[in-house]
């Protein structure tokens, strides 16, 4: 069962920067496409950021220009960097993998099956 592990989370004010990790176990994380999620109470899990598994970007249009996504697959990581920071943007962030060999769904906007527990993002004065 593949894990995945995210931190880098935390309290920062506004225009501030952070950068979320997220590791996952076992030795198929280089097929896998991966996204970020994020989610505040009572709203649904929204798509923040995806990389596809040759590297390509996508980005939900409130984050283009600000936020970074990326992937390190020799070390099993993909990252999130999240610069000038909004109010807007707390919320949980959620790791999440695609290990599906179509790419279909992940190109549709559809999430894979394997979530991250979240980490905490929290931007404030």
């Known amino acids: 069962q593949v894990q995945l592990v995210e931190s880098g989370g935390g309290l920062v004010q506004p225009g501030g920067s952070l950068r979320l990790s997220c590791v996952a176990s076992g030795n198929s994380f280089s097929s896998y496409n991966m996204g970020w999620y994020r989610q505040t109470p009572g709203t649904q899990r929204e798509l923040v950021a995806g990389i596809d598994r040759r590297g390509n970007p996508k980005y939900r249009a409130s984050v283009k220009g600000r936020f970074t996504i990326s992937r390190d697959n020799a070390k099993n990581t993909m990252y999130l960097q999240m610069n000038s920071l909004k109010p807007e943007d707390t919320a949980v962030y959620y790791c999440?993998?695609?290990?599906?060999?179509?790419?279909?769904?992940?190109?549709?906007?559809?999430?894979?099956?394997?979530w991250g527990q979240g980490t905490q993002v929290t931007v404030s004065s």
């Open positions: 999440n993998a695609d290990p599906r060999s179509s790419s279909s769904y992940y190109y549709a906007g559809e999430s894979g099956d394997l």
